[in-house]
């Protein structure tokens, strides 16, 4: 059997499988097994502080109704329970969280995946994907205002013209003026967190939005004059 020409292609298909296991799965786990793995506490970062504050400052009422006030503790708070509803909703189904090395996906999503990002407890379990319908969101925070996010979860034809992606209205409360019938202008603690969440991704990277002069808005009230 092995003499035969299907038996030397099934075992040069074996040798490839081991290859790539070896070279794709051993080899990293040998190569970061002693990196720790970081809490979400420890990845709450400037960046992601400064769009759960801005979220604090542009919905104010249901931020402090369903987070008080915009601290670290309770951006980490935030980021767990985004993380729950993105994995709940479906989300990964159509969006991938990982750049591949491949088709120059770098030029469109940003610098390609690297295996210490993944070493937190954000990203367990780790949601490569293998579908694209939507694009990638390993760099998608930062990229887009918060309102716009909002508007996207409630309604996503109106910014994504023809995307197939629903809306998710119950990511909002009722509009007061208008009983019955949320909106954008009011999410609520499953919106405020998703949000929170998407802005979250890529935070970590240099090409980041930059936030050097970002004061925590606690000290911009203690010192309104400087």
């Not at 059997?1 to 081991?18: R, T, V, Y």
């Not at 937190?120 to 949601?127: D, E, G, I, K, T």
């Not at 409630?154 to 023809?162: C, I, K, T, W």
């Amino acid at each position: 059997m092995f003499e035969s020409k299907s038996g030397i292609l099934l075992i040069g298909g074996l040798g490839f499988f081991l290859l790539a296991f070896v070279s794709n799965a051993a080899v990293p786990m040998l190569m970061y097994r002693d990196l720790p793995e970081q809490s979400t506490r420890e990845v709450v970062n400037a960046n992601v502080m400064y769009q759960f504050e801005d979220l604090s400052v542009r919905y104010p009422d249901p931020f402090k109704k369903y987070f008080g006030q915009p601290t670290p503790e309770k951006c980490t708070e935030a980021l767990e329970l985004g993380r729950q509803i993105y994995i709940a909703e479906g989300c990964w189904h159509c969006h991938s969280q990982f750049v591949r090395p491949v088709s120059n996906e770098s030029r469109r999503w940003g610098p390609v995946a690297r295996t210490e990002e993944y070493q937190n407890s954000l990203q367990r379990p780790v949601m490569f994907g293998t579908r694209r319908v939507g694009p990638d969101l390993s760099r998608e925070g930062g990229r887009r205002g918060n309102d716009w996010h909002a508007v996207h979860f409630f309604r996503p034809q109106q910014l994504s013209a023809g995307s197939p992606m629903p809306d998710y209205s119950w990511f909002f409360d009722e509009d007061p003026q208008q009983p019955g019938r949320p909106s954008p202008a009011h999410p609520n603690q499953r919106g405020l967190a998703i949000i929170t969440y998407v802005q979250w991704l890529g935070s970590w990277l240099k090409s980041y939005p930059a936030y050097e002069n970002f004061v925590p808005i606690q000290d911009q009230m203690a010192h309104p004059l400087e």
